[in-house]
């Protein structure tokens, strides 16, 4: 069983550290044709505080699919470890996919609030995007990337209201073997799991492991439940 609370306060932490690059991984896999968007472009029309220079984090389908990230704000000194370093409290993950491109996670820690979080493009995700959805890229993914895997991009999947039921479905399934609550959070909010019978009954039936990190939304899916007379119908008829 993974500990994910404990990976997810780690990575918040790591996130603060100012981007200075590093090596990229590749994998095959079939993608999108055509024109590339220009990441660079893409990063500067947003005017940004002090982006670093975008980092890339995993390419598939050569070249043609590429995750990036950068973080943004105001660098300050700060310690990591012992060592002294250069931070930020901005920190952002994109998908550029053949011509489009958007960002995948968008964070500013300083002000949660600012307005760049709110007019910051997302990746416009398309139902009919069979690639992306398809477990096969989750899987590449996986092979390459365990925090792209396990966290980005599974709760991007599960905060975008265009991700298809049968996605959502087994994002949920995912919750049992790998502890994950703020993926549960995202699923609750998301307007097509969160009134889903069968995905609410997966969080309302989750495990209790040490700590028990699902203890709320396990009550949140179990009142969603209660209070939805279809879920209701669908209990009785069983």
Same mark, same amino acid.
């Given at each position: ?35 590339? *968007? ?5 990063? %500067? ?11 890339? @984090? ?44 958007? /960002? ?9 609030? $600012?307005? %760049?979080?709110? @007019?910051?493009? @997302? ?10 959805? $398809? ?30 039921? /049968? ?16 993926? *549960?959070?995202?699923?609750? %909010? ?14 309302? $039936? ?6 028990? *990190? ?6 949140? *899916? ?6 939805? $007379? ?9």
């Amino acid at each position: 069983m993974v500990a994910s609370v404990h990976h997810y306060l780690g990575r918040c932490l790591s996130l603060l550290l100012f981007a200075v690059g590093s090596a990229c991984s590749r994998a095959e896999q079939t993608g999108p044709v055509g024109p590339l *968007a220009s990441i660079d472009s893409f990063v %500067a029309v947003q005017q940004l505080v002090h982006p670093s220079v975008p980092r890339t @984090r995993l390419e598939l389908a050569d070249q043609r699919v590429t995750f990036f990230d950068l973080s943004f704000g105001t660098p300050f000194p700060c310690d990591f470890e012992g060592q002294p370093v250069v931070c930020q409290l901005g920190y952002a993950t994109g998908l550029r996919y053949g011509a489009r491109i958007g /960002w995948l996670a968008f964070d500013y820690f300083a002000d949660p609030d $600012s307005a %760049a979080i709110l @007019r910051a493009p @997302r990746f416009d995700l398309d139902p009919s995007d069979a690639d992306i959805l $398809s477990l096969d890229f989750t899987a590449a993914i996986c092979a390459h990337d365990y925090d792209l895997c396990h966290y980005t991009f599974p709760h991007y999947l599960a905060r975008d209201i265009d991700t298809p039921r /049968w996605r959502l479905l087994d994002l949920a399934n995912t919750l049992i073997t790998f502890i994950d609550p703020v993926l *549960a959070e995202h699923l609750l %909010a998301n307007p097509t799991a969160g009134s889903d019978c069968e995905i609410l009954q997966i969080i309302a $039936s989750l495990p209790v492991y040490q700590g028990d *990190a699902y203890a709320d939304v396990r009550v949140t *899916a179990a009142t969603r439940l209660t209070s939805l $007379s279809a879920c209701g119908a669908a209990s009785t008829s069983a």
